[in-house]
């Protein structure tokens, strides 16, 4: 106390039980303090009041006091006894409260109706309107991903052939498709080159330009059995890749293999190889309708390369179909016209498409590729490797 004024707070101990003796009556000890009731709460009750007590064993709060301070005490507890759900005993197994119960109450609707206002809210705001073009150019880039993933390898399956086996009336029945990622088919290298045809520069002749390749073609055909005719045809084709598409590589007994395995180099169903390396009868394949492993393949010519207006048929010793040869025809003997029954036209188109797309046939993978594409048969390509290995190594013995 420095001012004259005690601030100092001080409270009376309470005695811990009544005061006995002389003080009891005296007015001289302190009142004792009125029991404030603690709140009821019924759901944490566990069982209800079997065994109530008895009305003449409570005893009131206000007992052994004055009427008037039984009353005032009685009137200042009444204020506190006016919850009937206090006063009511628990009936019910004990309640327990869940957290976030209001969340789980709300209907659906209003659920996404407040995620919809808080959407529009946060992109009315600066960081929502940056983030929110990007979130929606970035769903429109997978939706475009995925729809790429699931139409372009179904648009890509399925490849037409670009001939049919003629010289089998029933040909294999297993089409495949490549190995993924372009691996060879078997685990084999490509073909072995043949040697190298000598002859003219593309252009450097008029007439048949394979006639320069003659003396080659009469040192090489008898060692692998083909025909001076078809040889030519073949190392024709070869020169002319060599110096049109360098990269390719490919080689005449890759063409001569094809050749044997379409057609017998042109002498299929009876035909045989004229001198100017047309064959005659012309040699058509079997109808494309979808029986016995091959393809169905309504018309498209009108029936002027294949003779039937109904369904396209493999054409000429390379066995063209009429679609394939009108994009990938070509005029090797410098007549005017391209022919697929003319051998000299046909191993030039047949070369043409085997190094499309960039392909490198000294590649086994671009290799076996080039002739799946040509026939997409499993069996097929292991015939067609087979033979080319066989002339290849034939001609430099």
């Excluded at 290298?189 to 320069?212: F, I, K």
């Amino acid at each position: 106390m420095v001012d004259g004024e005690d601030r100092t707070t001080l409270r009376p101990l309470r005695p811990a039980a009544p005061i006995d003796g002389p003080l009891a009556g005296s007015g001289a000890a302190p009142e004792p303090a009125t029991r404030l009731p603690r709140p009821r709460r019924p759901w944490l009750r566990s069982k209800p009041d079997d065994h109530p007590k008895p009305a003449d064993e409570v005893k009131p709060a206000n007992a052994g006091k004055p009427d008037d301070e039984a009353g005032t005490a009685a009137g200042d507890l009444a204020g506190t006894k006016d919850d009937p759900a206090a006063t009511t005993p628990a009936t019910g197994l004990r309640r327990r409260r869940v957290q976030f119960a209001h969340a789980v109450r709300q209907p659906p609707h209003r659920v996404a109706i407040a995620a919809a206002r808080a959407t529009r809210d946060w992109s009315r705001r600066p960081s929502g309107r940056l983030a929110l073009p990007g979130v929606f150019l970035l769903a429109l880039v997978a939706a475009t991903a995925a729809a790429g993933a699931l139409l372009v390898p179904a648009t890509a399956r399925g490849p037409r052939p670009v001939a049919v086996d003629a010289t089998s009336a029933a040909p294999t029945t297993d089409p495949q498709a490549p190995l993924p990622g372009g691996m060879p088919l078997p685990t084999q290298t490509a073909p072995p080159l043949g040697t190298t045809p000598t002859g003219p520069v593309v252009g450097g002749s008029t007439g048949r330009p394979s006639d320069a390749l003659a003396g080659w073609a009469a040192q090489v055909g008898p060692k692998v059995g083909i025909s001076p005719v078809a040889m030519q045809a073949y190392g024709y084709a070869e020169v002319v890749l060599a110096q049109t598409n360098r990269s390719c590589g490919l080689s005449w007994t890759t063409l001569a293999a094809i050749g044997f395995v379409e057609s017998g180099h042109g002498q299929a169903n009876g035909a045989r190889l004229r001198p100017d390396g047309k064959a005659l009868p012309e040699i058509i394949g079997l109808p494309l309708d979808g029986k016995g492993g091959r393809m169905r393949i309504p018309d498209t010519d009108r029936g002027v390369m294949d003779k039937d207006p109904v369904l396209d048929r493999a054409v000429g010793p390379m066995q063209f179909i009429p679609t394939t040869w009108q994009e990938i025809g070509a005029d090797a003997d410098n007549d005017g016209v391209k022919d697929p029954h003319d051998l000299d036209d046909a191993a030039l188109a047949a070369g043409n498409y085997l190094c499309k797309g960039g392909r490198n046939l000294t590649i086994p993978a671009d290799w076996w590729n080039a002739i799946l594409s040509y026939n997409d048969v499993r069996r097929y390509a292991q015939d067609v490797y087979d033979t080319a290995n066989r002339y290849g190594q034939a001609s430099h013995t």
